[in-house]
T-cell receptor
Framework: EAQVTQNPRYLITVTGKKLTVTCSQN?????MSWYRQDPGLGLRQIYY???????DKGDVPEGYKVSRKEKRNFPLILESPSPNQTSLYFC?????????FGPGTRLTVT | SQQGEEDPQALSIQEGENATMNCSYK?????LQWYRQNSGRGLVHLIL?????REKHSGRLRVTLDTSKKSSSLLITASRAADTASYFC?????????????FGAGTQVVVTP
């Protein structure tokens, strides 16, 4: 089944403790992206990647890192999480513009 | 900054009625997409319309695009309770790579039986 998976689905952590949210797709898509969703703000793009080893900033990249060492994986790294990064995070992949979204990761930073 | 803005923010209709929502954007685009999100879940792609297209249909969905007014509309005909969801438009600006998408804040649609 074609899908985008994210792990973990839920995470509660403390300020400053490094964390990684994994994202994997099995559709051989070149494009992958991370978004955060906050009430009243819709989805905002954090980072995206057009291919392996090619990443670029979206609209809200501060406080986040990404890497694209393999085509199928696109992890999101928070080196020092802060409470304002509490949000619902979505990973997506695409081959032709239509994006396939993962189920989301709900992150709470206390 | 948000590129797309949906209107209305919320819409409540009865089954069988049509639902119309609009999206306005600020800059020239390559294409515009509509997505649906059921509460707290991942977004599902509905339809993509390119900047040189004016109208597109998919099942009960009809999307129009007016590039002169920088606006798009999504019409859901004969709505069903299962159409209850939030609907988002997303655009990629013409000078950006197609991968840089901007979403609006969404229209929350409630369809009551």
């Amino acid at each position: 089944e074609a899908q985008v998976t994210q792990n973990p689905r839920y995470l509660i952590t403390v300020t400053g403790k490094k964390l990684t949210v994994t994202c994997s797709q099995n559709m051989n898509h070149e494009y992958m992206s991370w978004y955060r969703q906050d009430p009243g703000l819709g989805l905002r793009q954090i980072y995206y990647s057009m291919n392996v080893e090619v990443t670029d900033k979206g609209d809200v990249p501060e406080g986040y890192k990404v890497s694209r060492k393999e085509k199928r994986n696109f992890p999101l790294i928070l080196e020092s999480p802060s409470p304002n990064q509490t949000s619902l995070y979505f990973c997506a992949s695409s081959s032709d513009g239509e994006q396939y979204f993962g189920p989301g990761t709900r992150l709470t930073v206390t | 900054s948000q590129q797309g803005e949906e209107d209305p923010q919320a819409l409540s209709i009865q089954e069988g009625e049509n639902a119309t929502m609009n999206c306005s954007y600020k800059t020239s685009i390559n294409n515009l997409q509509w997505y649906r999100q059921n509460s707290g879940r991942g977004l599902v792609h509905l339809i993509l319309i390119r900047s040189n297209e004016r109208e597109k249909h998919s099942g009960r969905l009809r999307v129009t695009l007016d590039t002169s007014k920088k606006s798009s509309s999504l019409l859901i005909t004969a709505s069903r309770a299962a159409d209850t969801a939030s609907y988002f438009c997303a655009t990629d600006a013409i000078w950006d790579s197609w991968g840089k998408l901007q979403f609006g804040a969404g229209t929350q649609v409630v369809v009551t039986p």
